[in-house]
Structures are given as C-alpha cells and as structure tokens.
C-alpha cells in the first residue's frame, strides 16, 4: 500500500531557529496537505499542495510540491514557542480522497 | 460556522463492552471519513461514508467493527466487544466535495480518546 515516510521523526530546537522537515513516498500523490496536531486535538490543515512544483506560503510557513510528486517539504522560519507540536504530511489516496498520513515530525521549541 | 464535533471525546469501557462514537461535520459537509491514530503513530483511514452510504470501507478491521451516517444525525462508529488493542484516538473528519474550492479538504474534529481497561 501507499505509505509516506517523513523525516526527522523529532526535532528540538531553540525559538527563532528556522526548520525544515520533509516527506517522501514511493508512489505518486496528486495532492499534498501539511497538518500540525497539537496534544489530545485532531489535526489541523497548515497548507495544502496541488501541483507539482508548486511553492506555497501561509505566513511563517512554506512548503513545496515535488516536481516527481513523490515528495514534499515544510519549512517554519522564526519558530515561536506555540509552533510546537506534531506535523504530519498526507496525501489523498485513491478515488475515495481518502487521506494517507505520514508518521509525523515531533517539534519542540525552547524558548 | 461550527466546526466538526466529535463526541465523547474520552471514553472508558472495559473489555467485552460496546463503544459508540459519534460525529458531526461541518455544516454543509455530507461526507465523513473515521481515522483511526494509535500512540505515537499517524492517523490510518478507516471508513469513508456519504449520506445512508458506505463507500470505502476499506480500512475497517473485519469484525467487531461498524460504521453509520444516517440520513438525520451524527455519523456513529460502533465497536463490539472491545480489546485492549482497541484502545486509540479516533478521529472524524468531514469533506464537502466541491472541487476547486481553496476549502476543499477535510477538516478533522478533536477525537475521542478510547481506553479499553
């Protein structure tokens, strides 16, 4: 089945750092949507990706559509300590739109 | 404009017992989809249903397991005789399929947090 590995699993960093965290699949995605899940919360949508290629910006945050579209990554530049909490990149699966998860990036933030 | 609301969000039972979950989406949203996140993992997709319709079910253990969205009412998802391994966060989320729009994805609710004793 389709799986997304993300990379690093955790990441500890100082507030004002700039991080970059990165998502790879072994088949093709036709769509790529960041979420951050704080604890005990459902995810929440940061941005989504539709094209290849593509580069999108949500304020302190950018990410990027691989052009082969079996990857993507998210940048958060100037973390803050509220930036903490777990990313995971997902891609829709199928004709259902179902959404396949990665196995998330472990941020945390010391102010 | 609420969001999709997930309830309860915590939920006891002791093995062998029923747990019932419930959701409702967003307004205006007719589609709901369960995912399923055990401790320090990613959400797994379980069951992706329309009004009164199943449409992929997929994700869903064979047994013990069920999941309705009837035409009035929150989406239910049903376990029997629940296991140790049962116990997870459970997390709906719904979609209101109409391409184009920037909102076009699936908003997630806050999960129930199940913990079979």
């Known amino acids: 089945g389709q799986q997304l590995n993300q990379s690093p699993q955790s990441m500890f960093i100082q507030e004002g750092e700039d991080v970059s965290m990165n998502c790879t699949s072994s088949s093709i995605f036709n769509t790529w949507l960041w979420y951050k899940q704080d604890p005990g919360e459902g995810p929440v949508l940061l941005i989504a990706?539709?094209?290849?290629?593509e580069l999108t910006s949500n304020g302190r945050l950018t990410a990027q559509f691989g052009i082969t579209r079996k990857d993507s990554f998210l940048n958060i530049s100037a973390s803050i300590p509220s930036d903490v909490g777990i990313y995971f990149c997902?891609?829709?699966?199928?004709?259902?739109?179902?959404?396949?998860f990665g196995t998330g990036t472990l941020l945390a933030v010391q102010p | 404009n609420a969001g999709v609301m997930q309830n309860p969000r915590h939920l006891v039972r002791r093995r062998g017992q029923e747990a019932r979950l419930r959701c409702s989406p967003m307004?205006?949203?007719?589609?709901v989809y369960w995912y399923r996140q055990l401790p320090e993992e990613g959400l797994k997709f379980m069951v992706y249903l329309q009004k009164e319709n199943i449409i992929d079910e997929s994700g869903m253990p064979k047994e013990r397991f069920s999941a309705e969205f009837p035409k009035e009412g929150p989406s239910i998802l049903r376990i029997q005789q629940v296991v140790r391994g049962d116990s997870a966060a459970y997390f709906c989320?719904?979609?209101?399929?109409?391409?184009?729009?920037?909102?076009?994805?699936?908003?997630f609710g806050p999960g129930t947090r199940l913990t079979v004793l």
């Open positions: 990706l539709y094209k290849a290629g």
């Open positions: 989320a719904s979609w209101r399929d109409l391409p184009g729009l920037a909102d076009n994805e699936q908003f």
């Open positions: 997902a891609g829709h699966g199928g004709a259902t739109n179902k959404l396949i």
């Open positions: 307004k205006g949203h007719s589609h």
